[in-house]
């Protein structure tokens, strides 16, 4: 499928979000164009936001803002976590949350299970703003279905990222139950979780029902929020999971080098709009 028109000598990418919004991006160039097994992979390089990756006619991550989500989505649970050792991320082919895991000394394996092998090679040769030509010898790369790795693997990890898509497709499966069931039995007893949540302004419904259901599993469940432009309606949301009662304090010595997290940051992404908390709480 062609997902780049042609208007009046210009290319456009124009992305559908439901039936109610379009979001167009003017581009420079498509700069790589593929189909693997699972999905179309574009890197273009657009006017407003650089190089961005783009999967089936849907923006994943950009070079002016990718650092924004992968920071956050990695340095909370790590800054929180004790000693977090060995980490997997399910997901995150652009390699920007791998990139952030490894920044930490003490984390000794990092296992990125990414289905489609085509989406990093696409980001590793052509997104580096990104991907930051990840070369870590601690990144172990698994092309398997994140799904079926996790069952496998129980009292394994002491940090779970899912770094997924939106939940439609082959994503949906990473937003049920079932699947946080496995990444619970897949913890450590001290071991916590963390996954994209969607837009509380246009997916409240996908945000509740992420809250609801790994808030059956965890005894400490704690959501988060960082403005990251590229999303629809800017504000997005993480929801965090631990076995064990969380230590904020442990967010006030974050010392690493990054372009969007400080500690200000991180201690005050807990504080949610009174929407958010009366959704939740609803």
């Not at 039936?19 to 498509?30: F, G, H, Q, V």
């Not at 991550?61 to 929180?80: A, K, Q, R």
């Not at 837009?199 to 509740?208: A, G, R, T, Y």
């Not at 990251?228 to 974050?254: D, I, M, N």
Request: proline share 5%; hydrophobic share 35%; charged share 20%.
């Amino acid at each position: 499928m062609n997902y780049i028109k042609e208007q009046n000598g210009q290319l456009w990418l124009t992305e559908d979000e439901r039936e109610n919004l379009k979001i167009s991006y003017r581009i420079k160039e498509i700069v790589y164009s593929e189909r693997s097994p699972f999905q179309h992979v574009m890197i273009l390089d657009s006017y407003d936001f650089g190089r961005m990756l783009v999967l089936d006619g849907v923006v994943q991550t950009t070079s002016i803002d990718g650092h924004i989500y992968n920071e956050m989505i990695t340095h909370v649970p790590l800054s929180l976590h004790p000693s977090p050792k060995k980490v997997l991320i399910i997901g995150g082919g652009d390699c920007g949350a791998a990139r952030e895991v490894a920044k930490y000394e003490e984390v000794e394996e990092i296992h990125l299970v990414e289905i489609d092998e085509l989406v990093v090679q696409a980001c590793k040769e052509h997104l580096p703003e990104v991907s930051g030509n990840l070369s870590d010898p601690r990144v172990q790369y698994v092309y398997k279905d994140g799904v079926q790795f996790v069952k496998d693997r129980v009292n394994t990890y002491d940090v779970i990222i899912i770094d997924s898509s939106d939940p439609i497709g082959p994503a949906q499966v990473l937003f049920e139950y079932d699947f946080y069931k496995s990444v619970y039995e897949a913890l450590k007893e001290d071991g916590m979780m963390v996954c994209q949540s969607q837009s509380p302004i246009f997916h409240m419904n996908v945000l509740k029902q992420t809250y609801i259901n790994i808030r059956h599993l965890f005894p400490h469940v704690h959501v988060y929020t960082a403005t990251v432009p590229t999303y629809p309606g800017g504000l997005w949301s993480f929801t965090l999971g631990a076995k064990q009662a969380v230590s904020f304090e442990r967010l006030t010595t974050f010392a690493k080098q990054t372009k969007y997290v400080n500690a200000d940051v991180l201690n005050q992404c807990f504080c949610l709009p009174q929407f958010m908390k009366e959704h939740l709480q609803s």
